[in-house]
């Protein structure tokens, strides 16, 4: 039987939230139609929900300990691929390799995120090695065609999937009347301190404005049950950030049925096409309007939430699991080269 190795160095010590969901989902599904052998790799210390048809293994965590053991490891395994849910794959494994590249924000000076020299040279390496590559937005993959150049391998475009809510009705969606719902952590990129002021901004001219709720590590982890909760009744899902290789929180307001205000970047218009509202994330006044029109406007919020489950409903996690069954085939397909 074939053996297909799924690389969990996406979770952390944490309830596993983002993309790291995300991939769980995708991989249920994958796991429910697979005739492979499906073999989770769970850094140590880490916790894994379990899954059917879906065996646990623990893996080394961090960069060094995964470069110099995850080889090995997969050689006891006998895995005849490995599938990895980050671009950090190892370089001499014992099989061909898919690695996952979310963003490669130091590509970005505007952010000054930098990474450091032992990063990006680790990442450009790891992905030269790889037998596919995946990107969850365009401009993603764009980043690592400029960071790979010639020597880029194929690059697979999969928007990530996530699990659809209830659709909404015009009675559900005028009864959101909760704060507006911002998820995700607190790096500069997401933006948070200018939304804080924007949203003081917009108070200051509408006095109902509901408040804003923060949910996010490093202070406030929240499990599946409770953020879709959140999700379901939230006046609106707010991610205003000022970069991103994708944007999980735009697909899940989009899943539960919530209208959606986010920054004008292209993973975004990928993920909603035009169904949120855009805004100007540099712009204390971009933002503050669209607090103020899409709490006030009635209308807009169901035309949204309609068209937005909608678009949800093309980007579910089995469509994910379908595309990595496909890339699966063609890689350990006979002849194919790694």
């Known amino acids: 039987m074939t053996t297909i190795a799924f690389d969990g160095a996406c979770f952390s010590d944490g309830p596993v939230t983002g993309v790291g969901r995300s991939f769980v989902n995708a991989l249920t599904a994958y796991a429910e139609s697979s005739e492979h052998e499906c073999v989770l790799l769970v850094p140590a210390g880490a916790t894994a929900e379990p899954i059917a048809n879906v065996r646990n293994v623990t893996a080394p965590r961090g960069t060094l300990r ?22 950090s794959v190892p370089m ?19 952010l000054h995120e930098p990474g450091s020299a032992w ?22 993959k764009n980043d690592v065609q400029r960071l790979l150049g010639t020597r880029c391998p194929p690059i697979e475009l999969v928007l990530h999937g996530t699990t659809l809510g ?6 559900t969606t005028e009864q959101r009347n909760g704060p507006f719902l911002v998820l995700g952590d607190d790096r500069p990129r997401k933006n948070l301190d200018r939304l804080r002021v924007a949203h003081e901004l917009a108070t ?19 499990g599946e049950t409770e953020k879709n909760v959140l999700l379901q009744t939230c006046r609106a899902v707010v991610h205003v950030s000022l970069f991103e290789g994708f944007g999980m929180p735009v697909l ?23 169904h949120a509202l855009f805004v100007d994330s540099h712009s204390l006044e971009a933002i503050a309007a669209g607090l103020q029109r899409i ?7 169901w035309q949204l939430a309609q068209a937005g489950h909608a678009r949800a409903n093309q980007l579910q996690a089995a469509d994910t699991a379908a595309h990595w069954q496909r890339m699966h085939a ?8 790694s």
Do not use: K
Request: charged share 20%; proline share 11%; net charge neutral.
């Open 119 to 140: 990063r990006q040279f680790a990442t450009r390496y790891a992905l030269r090695t790889a037998a596919r590559i995946i990107a969850p937005s365009t401009m993603t």
């Open 252 to 274: 899940e307001g989009l899943a539960n049925g919530a209208p959606v205000v986010c920054s004008d970047l292209s993973p975004h218009r990928e993920i909603a096409t035009e």
């Open 204 to 222: 200051r001219q509408c006095a109902d404005l509901p408040a804003i709720d923060f949910v996010g590590p490093p202070n406030r982890y929240i």
């Open 66 to 87: 995964r470069q110099r053991q995850l080889p090995r490891l997969l050689r006891e395994l006998g895995a005849n691929l490995l599938h990895s849910s980050v671009a």
């Open 166 to 171: 209830p659709a909404p009705t015009e009675a």
């Open 330 to 337: 063609e890689v350990l397909a006979p002849g194919a080269t």
């Open 295 to 301: 709490h006030t406007d009635t209308e807009l919020r």
């Open 92 to 110: 001499r494994a014992p099989c061909p390799t898919i690695a996952t590249t979310h963003d490669l924000p130091w590509l970005h000076p505007e």
